[in-house]
Nanobody
Framework: QVQLVESGGGLVQAGGSLRLSCAAS????????MGWFRQAPGKEREFIAG????????YYADSVKGRFTISRDNAKNMATLQMNTLKPEDTAVYYC???????????????????WGQGTQVTVSS
């Protein structure tokens, strides 16, 4: 498994931007598809974005499409989530996750993911 550490969360006003980073340990980062999930208080964890192991394929939840961008740098063992035009309903704990993958695909099902970070809080004020 790979170890993941998120950073970049914080408090931002509605309409603002944040960039989340996910640092991965190990030398096999490029064998993992990556995903970002979030969980708001009282709600289930939801998928928001996924990227294939080589970054050729991305997929977004409808709630963030056009506002969030997922990317990765395999040379730096890093995945990022650029979040623009933030809304109060984006307030949640954000998690990055890794799914070992033999193909170049993305996954939206949380059960597919092997490793999870500890989460980083994002709060959007109105």
């Amino acid at each position: 498994q790979v170890q993941l550490v998120e950073s970049g969360g914080g408090l931002v006003q509605a309409g603002g931007s944040l960039r989340l980073s996910c640092a991965a340990s190990g030398r096999t980062f490029s064998t993992y598809a990556m995903g970002w999930f979030r969980q708001a208080p009282g709600k289930e964890r939801e998928f928001i974005a996924g990227i294939s192991r080589y970054g050729l394929r991305t997929y977004y939840a409808d709630s963030v499409k056009g506002r969030f961008t997922i990317s990765r740098d395999n040379a730096k063992n890093m995945a990022t989530l650029q979040m623009n035009t933030l809304k109060p309903e984006d307030t949640a704990v954000y998690y990055c996750a890794a799914a070992w993958d033999a193909w170049d695909f993305y996954y939206s099902d949380s059960r597919r993911y092997d490793s999870w970070g500890q989460g980083t809080q994002v709060t959007v004020s109105s």
